[in-house]
Structure formats: structure tokens, C-alpha cells
């Protein structure tokens, strides 16, 4: 499991990602883990879109989303 493309997204634009999270009731419950899957993965690279279709990406995001929170998490108490 290689989550360093993920990762750089939610390096690149942890302000963005966690204010949306912030917004959300519930931020580990399906629906809000399927709306931050489709908003990050349009800052995916071209090439990685090109070849990994949203379906796919946003379900890998809800299978390996506890590694995904404990980064944003850890994030957040850094920030």
C-alpha cells in the first residue's frame, strides 16, 4: 500500500482539506471519507488521473482511510 501520492496531496493542501473536514458531523463516516476522496483526487497528478479512474481512487481512500486520518491528525496537532 503506497499512499505517498495521498500523502502529498494532503501535504500540499492540509488548510483546505481539514476546513472541509471540520464542516462535516461525522469526518470518518463514509459519505464525508467518499467527499474528501473526490476533492483530492483532482489535485492527483495528470498522468496518475490518467491511469487511476475516481472510482477506483475514492475506493482505495475508504479501504486504507484509517493511515489517511491518522495523517490529517497528525497534521492538525502540528499545526
Same mark, same amino acid.
Given at each position: 500500500?503506497?499512499? #505517498?501520492?495521498?500523502? @502529498? &496531496?494532503?501535504?500540499? !493542501? %492540509? /488548510? @483546505? &482539506?481539514?476546513? %472541509?473536514? #471540520? /464542516?462535516?458531523a461525522e469526518p470518518h463516516g463514509d459519505e464525508a471519507v467518499r467527499r474528501l476522496a473526490d476533492y483530492c483526487y483532482e489535485f492527483l497528478p495528470w498522468p496518475i488521473r490518467m491511469a487511476v479512474k475516481k472510482p477506483v481512487f475514492v475506493d482505495f481512500v475508504? @479501504? !486504507?482511510r484509517e493511515p489517511v486520518f491518522a495523517r490529517l491528525n497528525r497534521q492538525l496537532n502540528v499545526t
Open positions: 500500500m503506497d499512499l #505517498a501520492p495521498l500523502q @502529498t &496531496i494532503l501535504d500540499q !493542501h %492540509r /488548510g @483546505t &482539506i481539514l476546513a %472541509r473536514l #471540520a /464542516g462535516l475508504l @479501504t !486504507h
